[in-house]
Each structure stands twice: as structure tokens, then as C-alpha cells.
């Protein structure tokens, strides 16, 4: 069963400008991850934040979550190239299963 | 060091035949999972061990069958093969002090 869906599908900015992916799920969670996925790759783990927590930072990174709306963000600053990607965001309901939306591709134009 | 590496990285087959994914991680985990990557990018779950027990099938045709010999260790053998399988499958770790996943670089199986 689908747990996250992120949005938008699809985004592309400048360089340098920020970029900001929201994900919504539908039931309650331990924790809330985000991964990127360069084309050809595995994911990456990028950041976690759990249940209790409403913001968290790491870098150029801030997570938010809500779970009143059952909603999470992921912003990116001063975007860079090397950010395009694609972007999931990840339940962790606690039952040995880590359930992926389907992703935000983010593209950084020159 | 690899952490958690799957082979081969590329698999071309007819259908009807049989495959092997094989998948290892150094990292201690005690929580191994499959995933399964569509066209489209869609990541879906289709297996999780934890302790090489069985903990989660997600709705896979019973032509996948995990294995895991040790902790360290979570294949896939898929037999049969299907037009449908193709895709890229995905090895991943974690557990415990570390809920974050682990993935492995993929395997992209194309059935022909």
C-alpha cells in the first residue's frame, strides 16, 4: 500500500533559488525520512525526523512535519545543480517497512 | 568499502527462465529489505527481513522467493520470468539505532 505522496510530481528552478517538496501520507508514523535519487542510482538518505519533532536542519536541508495534517516538507536553498534529482519522502510505521512515495523530480536549471 | 551491495548490477533474460539477485551489506543491520522500481519510479516494498525471519510480503507473486542464508545476507531468486518484471530492484538495509534504509547501486532486470 502507497503511504507518501509527494508534490509536486515535477519541479524545476534556477540556480540558486530555493525549492520546497511537500509530502503527505496517510497513516500514523515513527518517523518521517527524505532520499534522493540521482538518475541510474540508489536512493540516499538525507535527513530524518521523527514523530515528535516538527523541524529539523541539516545544511542547506529543513524538514518540517506535521502530524496533525499528516504532511511533511523538504526545503532546499541556494539550490545548486548538483541538486537535480529525484526527491522521495519515506513512512517508517514501525513494522519493519519503510514505504516510499512517488517522488518529486527536481530539476536545477543553469 | 561497499556498504550494501547487490549483484549483478545489470540482467537481460528470456522469459520463462530463472534469476538470481544476490545482496550483501557490512553494516551490521539487522533489517534487510527488497523494493522494486518501476518505469515510472514508483518504489514499492516487496520483502523485509529482520534477523533473516521473514517479516513482510507485500502482495509478491509467490515466483519470488527471498532467501537469507545469514543477517548479513538477502537474495531474490525470481522464477519464471515475466515481461512484467522488468524493472529495477532494489537491496536495502537498516534497523534498529538506524531506521534510515541503505540501498544498494539496483539491479535492472529486462525481460525479453
Known amino acids: 500500500s502507497q503511504q507518501g505522496e509527494e508534490d509536486p510530481q515535477a519541479l524545476s528552478i534556477q540556480e540558486g533559488e530555493n525549492a520546497t517538496m511537500n509530502c503527505s501520507y496517510k497513516t500514523s508514523i515513527n518517523n518521517l525520512q527524505w532520499y534522493r535519487q540521482n538518475s541510474g542510482r540508489g536512493l540516499v538518505h538525507l535527513i530524518l525526523?521523527?514523530?515528535?519533532?516538527r523541524e529539523k536542519h541539516s545544511g542547506r536541508l529543513r524538514v518540517t512535519l506535521d502530524t496533525s495534517k499528516k504532511s511533511s516538507s523538504l526545503l532546499i536553498t541556494a539550490s545548486r545543480a548538483a541538486d537535480t534529482a529525484s526527491y522521495f519522502c519515506a513512512t517508517d510505521p514501525g513494522s519493519y517497512k519503510i514505504i516510499f512515495g512517488k517522488g518529486t523530480r527536481l530539476h536545477i536549471l543553469p | 568499502d561497499t556498504a550494501v551491495s547487490q549483484t549483478p548490477k545489470y540482467l537481460v533474460t528470456q522469459m520463462g527462465n530463472d534469476k538470481s539477485i544476490k545482496c550483501e551489506q557490512n553494516?551490521?543491520?539487522?533489517?534487510m529489505y527488497w523494493y522494486k522500481q518501476d518505469s515510472k519510479k514508483f518504489l514499492k516494498i516487496m520483502f523485509s527481513?529482520?534477523?533473516?525471519?521473514?517479516?513482510i510480503n507485500e502482495t509478491v507473486p509467490n515466483r519470488f522467493s527471498p532467501k537469507s542464508p545469514d543477517k548479513a545476507h538477502l537474495n531474490l531468486h525470481i522464477n519464471s520470468l515475466e515481461l512484467g518484471d522488468s524493472a529495477v530492484y532494489f537491496c536495502?538495509?537498516?534497523?534498529?539505532?538506524?531506521?534510515?534504509?541503505?540501498f544498494g547501486q539496483g539491479t535492472r532486470l529486462t525481460v525479453v
Open positions: 536495502a538495509s537498516g534497523g534498529g539505532v538506524t531506521p534510515e534504509a541503505f
Open positions: 525526523i521523527r514523530s515528535n519533532e
Open positions: 527481513y529482520n534477523n533473516k525471519e521473514l517479516i
Open positions: 553494516l551490521g543491520h539487522d533489517t
